[in-house]
């Protein structure tokens, strides 16, 4: 089965990144920035708009795609507003409509918010930030709106990604992690960078067909990694500072489902911080050599 035709909305971002490195270079793939694309030497299309100010080109951009994932989005502290994640998903959904493509929007585990256990993708949606609650919504209207207009949507409800996230991928000198009363650091559900990409291109391959989309996934590693291992895995020094009352000691994610659609050939593995660090290692002497979108 060969790779769909995929069109990747956001894709000058990190996860872009990880994907264009990863993806194979022969794949009849669009990327999609607002900057204006450049030539890269691999034969890979780009395609240069504006998801909201432009719908038009988004949906001649969608034509003889199988599938369209939506990398796009707003993030806390990078100035945009929250609100266009659920903007982003409904003009990704719209543009769906008619071409056959599926949709595949990159929502969070910031949609759980804090609860305690294994999440599995059925558990209620109690998002505690401004970040999670925007995501849950997209999820809500998107699903809404591709029911009304018959386009298959499957929310990606990512973990942390290793080296794209606050901690590993975040560090600076001084940098504090929030310690709780039994002497452990955050846990969270990992996943690193190439383990994501292989995930990915899996998720798009065995589902190119399907006429039922799963409505969600969770795309993580099984079990939580504490984020003072994964520092220890980088040789980073970090410092502890009790946690706040409003801090979440773990997020883990029931990965089940997800272990079920991927290939026995190729199954998830279980969450290693010291693989997780040497995934990111690798692929990141290759992307700070990149030169920059213009």
């Known amino acids: 089965m060969g790779f769909p035709q995929v069109l990747v909305l956001g894709a000058s971002g990190r996860i872009g990144q990880v994907l264009r490195h990863c ?12 900057r204006a694309p450049r030539p890269d030497g691999t034969g890979q299309g780009w395609c240069g708009f504006d998801p909201l100010a432009d719908p038009e080109a988004l949906v001649a951009a969608a034509q003889g795609r199988q599938a369209i994932l939506c990398l ?31 949709v ?17 993708e059925a558990a209620t949606l109690r998002p505690t930030a401004p970040y999670g609650v925007s995501k849950a919504e997209m999820e809500r209207r998107a699903a809404e709106l591709g029911a009304e207009l018959g386009v298959g949507v499957c929310a990606l409800r990512l973990g942390n990604i290793a080296g794209l996230d606050a901690i590993l991928g975040g560090w600076r000198p001084g940098f504090q992690l929030d310690v709780f009363d039994d002497g452990t650091t955050p846990r969270r559900s990992y996943i690193g960078p190439q383990t994501l990409a292989r995930t990915l291109a899996q998720i798009l391959t065995r589902l190119m067909s399907v006429q039922d989309l799963p409505p969600v996934l969770n795309i ?21 500072r009790p946690a706040p009352p409003s801090a979440i000691a773990e997020v883990t994610m029931d990965t089940s489902r997800l272990s079920e659609l991927l290939s026995q050939e190729d199954p998830m593995t279980a969450a290693n911080s010291t693989h997780m660090v040497a995934e990111w290692r690798r692929l990141e002497q290759k992307m700070i050599k990149e030169p920059p979108l213009v």
């Open 104 to 120: 595949f929007l990159t929502s969070s585990a910031a949609v759980y918010g804090d609860q305690s256990g294994l999440l599995e």
């Open 220 to 240: 993580a590693q099984p079990g939580p990694v504490e984020m003072a291992q994964l520092l220890q895995a980088a040789d980073l020094e970090y410092g502890l």
């Open 23 to 34: 993806w194979p270079k022969t794949a009849d793939l669009c990327w999609q920035t607002r």
């Open 72 to 102: 796009a989005g707003s993030i806390p502290g990078r100035g945009g507003a929250l609100a266009d994640n659920i903007d982003l998903g409904e003009a990704t959904v719209r543009a769906a409509a008619g071409t056959g493509a599926q």
